[in-house]
């Protein structure tokens, strides 16, 4: 065997021993940033849906009972910027919700660490004030068409995509088409939260492509 085939060697052996030892990538990382998840149904043509009604302000989940909303200048910019990604993914807001193709609804999870599954899709009906189905029309209830199982701790964002197409029919269940989870938004500076969130909500959409016509 030659000098040059035992060098040659020599490297194949120590790239193989690299990859033995790290066969997946590291995740210790993942902690020291926002983490965005989103999901949807893909039977639904969001081609279909062209106009969508987004409220003026957050809906607070925590330890109190009352409803609470996020409406702050902070909580606006976040709205706004969701609003700007929606309107340059081809849909128009309106002010009429009854007439809306879609319905967005955000949530900000103060205090609470929630659960759901695909086994119990309705957890926002543990927590008092939620948006109701009936807030959108003659709904009797909600579903993800989707497969889904994660937890909400504090300081998640949820953004919710709801098909209001139907809306008409009495008795039926309202699809939660899209949603995004935004989790890690804390930090000392409220600054860097918003910062983080704004980022967050620009990721959710990058990383939905199926959202733009």
Same mark, same amino acid.
């Given at each position: 065997?030659?000098?040059?085939?035992?060098? &040659?060697?020599?490297?194949?052996?120590?790239?193989?021993?690299?990859?033995?030892?790290?066969?997946?990538?590291?995740? #210790?990382?993942?902690? @020291?940033?926002?983490?965005?998840? =989103?999901?949807?149904?893909?039977?639904?043509?969001?081609?279909?849906?062209? =106009? &969508?009604?987004?409220?003026?302000?957050?809906?607070?989940?925590?330890?109190?009972?009352?409803? @609470?909303?996020?409406?702050?200048?902070?909580?606006?910019?976040?709205?706004?910027?969701?609003?700007?990604?929606?309107?340059?993914?081809? &849909?128009?807001?309106?002010?009429?919700?009854?007439?809306?193709?879609?319905?967005?609804?955000? #949530?900000?999870?103060? @205090?609470?660490?929630? &659960?759901?599954?695909?086994?119990?899709?309705?957890?926002?009906?543990?927590?008092?004030?939620?948006?109701?189905?009936?807030?959108?029309?003659?709904?009797?209830?909600?579903?993800?068409?989707?497969?889904?199982?994660?937890?909400?701790?504090?300081?998640?964002?949820?953004?919710?995509?709801?098909?209001?197409?139907?809306?008409?029919?009495?008795?039926?269940?309202?699809?939660?088409?899209?949603?995004?989870?935004?989790?890690?938004?804390?930090?000392?500076?409220? @600054?860097?939260?918003?910062?983080? =969130?704004?980022?967050?909500?620009?990721?959710?959409?990058?990383?939905?492509?199926?959202?733009?016509?």
């Amino acid at each position: 065997m030659t000098v040059k085939t035992i060098h &040659y060697l020599a490297i194949a052996l120590l790239a193989a021993a690299v990859c033995a030892c790290q066969k997946e990538p590291s995740t #210790s990382g993942l902690h @020291k940033d926002y983490l965005v998840y =989103t999901a949807h149904d893909t039977n639904t043509d969001f081609a279909a849906l062209e =106009t &969508y009604y987004l409220p003026d302000r957050i809906l607070l989940i925590g330890e109190s009972d009352e409803t @609470k909303y996020w409406e702050d200048a902070s909580a606006q910019e976040i709205i706004a910027r969701v609003a700007a990604q929606l309107d340059a993914a081809g &849909y128009q807001r309106i002010e009429d919700k009854e007439t809306a193709d879609a319905g967005i609804q955000m #949530s900000y999870v103060e @205090k609470e660490t929630y &659960y759901v599954g695909y086994d119990n899709p309705y957890w926002w009906w543990y927590y008092p004030y939620y948006w109701a189905p009936s807030y959108w029309g003659d709904w009797i209830g909600w579903y993800y068409p989707y497969r889904v199982y994660y937890g909400y701790t504090s300081g998640s964002l949820l953004i919710e995509m709801l098909d209001l197409d139907g809306s008409e029919e009495s008795g039926k269940k309202l699809p939660v088409v899209w949603n995004s989870f935004i989790g890690g938004l804390l930090s000392a500076s409220e @600054k860097v939260n918003l910062q983080r =969130t704004l980022s967050a909500v620009d990721q959710a959409f990058a990383q939905s492509p199926y959202l733009h016509k």
